[in-house]
Every structure is written in C-alpha cells, then in structure tokens.
C-alpha cells in the first residue's frame, strides 16, 4: 500500500514516496544515517521488521520496495503449516523474511549491476512478493519477484500498490497521475498529498479504517547532494519535514 514517482528536472531528481500501512503498525523510526564501508546511507526504519521500504546513498542510487499484493502467498498460522509440511512433502513454506530487510541489505549498491549480482546469491523465495525499485539519474528500472520468478522490467514515472481492490486501486491512482502528471518538484508533492477524487482507498494520500498514509519521503539527487524531507504523518496534515543531507560519492571522498 503505497505510491512512488519521480521527476527530472535539468541536474535533479526528484523522488517522492508514500508509505500506507495498518493504523495498529508500529511507528516508524525517522531516516538515519548508515555506514558501511567508507560509505553513506540514508534509510527509515520499520521496528516491526527491522528492515526498511526506501533507501538512497552517495551514489545517488535509491531503491524502495513496493508489495505485489496479486501474488502473495496467504500466510497461515505456522503449526498448521508444520503439520502440513510433516503430512505433503513439497508444501510451500512460510514466508518468514520481511520484504524490508531486502531495502537494508542492498542499500549499498553503487550500480545497477551490483544490485544484481547481489539480488542472484539471495534465495528470494523466503520473500513475499514485491517490486524493488531502483531510480537515479542515470537509470529506472523495477526488479519484479512474483514469488517464482524475477523478472525487470521498465519503471514508470508513477507507481503504486493496494492491498485493497488492488487491480481497480492501481487503475484509478495511475490514471489520476496520467492525467495531472507533475510539472515541478512543487506539483510532485502536491501530487502525493491528493485526495482525488475524494479521501479513501483510491487517493494518493489514502485513508481508510484501517489503513492510512502514515509518511511522505521526498529526496532530490544532484550532482553535489542528496536532500531527504520526512513528513513523519499523513502528508495532508504533517507541516514541518524533518531532514538530512548527505553529499554525492565524489563530494563525500574529497570533504
């Protein structure tokens, strides 16, 4: 449940990205600063599964994770699973990795080739479904897992996910998008607080019982730094960002 574009406007990218998740989800951990080898990372923390949804470094490389809801595999309760596992052999497993730790692990990657080689030594079937994303100035492009296969594919300007009425959700945001597609950075962010055509499943910024958009993360890359705002709330109502900077590979190896 959540929704991703990205706009490009001479020197700077900029990306923006809703989180929507459970109201009874723990609250996330702001961005902080990672380092790993001589090099920076920004990332939120998810407390529930220790991983994270998005992530940029000093490559100016970001990646984030979108959950393929038509592909998962329903959880059940584990000792039923165990009892089945003992009665069928070849009974899928349970799923028991959280699709976040993926962001965590590979938020180092410098290259579209790194990330990979990286994602071919993963047994990616201890994973649910998901898209991960990877966007810079240079290159976007979606890794898809389907839970037997991955598979890239071109990414679009827009992108979103729905645990509800996923086909008719995804249909409706991206033809919003397709119709008012942003301008500037400024109409980008205006984007991604919409309640068109009304507050619910549909909107960009969603609410529903149950569900919400719970933050807005939005970064601008460019060849010196890259900026990252927090609005740690729906994006409707959250006023004032929290931010960090980090420079670009060459600035960060020559400060």
Request: aromatic share 8%.
């Amino acid at each position: 449940m959540c929704s991703v574009s990205w706009f490009q406007t001479g020197e700077t990218l900029s990306i923006c990205f809703n989180r929507d998740e459970q109201k009874l989800r723990s609250k996330a951990m702001k961005p902080k600063k990672f380092e790993q080898n001589k090099q920076q990372a920004l990332m939120p923390i998810d407390p529930d599964g220790g991983g994270s949804w998005l992530a940029v470094n000093n490559d100016g490389v970001l990646l984030c994770l979108l959950n393929l809801y038509e592909k998962q595999i329903p959880l059940i309760q584990e000792q039923v699973l165990e009892q089945a596992q003992k009665q069928a052999e070849g009974k899928k497993k349970l799923i028991q990795k959280s699709r976040g730790l993926l962001i965590k692990s590979l938020a180092f990657c410098q290259s579209q080739a790194e990330l990979l080689d990286q994602l071919k030594t993963l047994d990616l079937k201890q994973y649910q479904a998901f898209r991960l994303l990877m966007i810079s100035k240079s290159v976007k492009t979606q890794l898809v897992w389907d839970g037997t296969v991955l598979n890239q594919v071109d990414l679009p300007a827009f992108a979103t996910s729905s645990s509800v009425d996923t086909k008719s959700v995804i249909h409706q945001r991206s033809h919003y998008f397709e119709e008012q597609p942003p301008q500037s950075i400024e109409q980008q962010l205006m984007l991604h607080r919409s309640h068109h055509p009304a507050p619910g499943k549909n909107s960009i910024c969603m609410h529903r019982d149950d569900a919400t958009t719970v933050s807005l993360s939005h970064l601008t890359i460019d060849d010196k730094t890259i900026n990252y705002h927090y609005w740690d709330g729906s994006p409707c109502s959250s006023k004032v960002p929290y931010a960090l900077v980090i420079p670009t590979r060459e600035y960060f190896h020559t400060s």
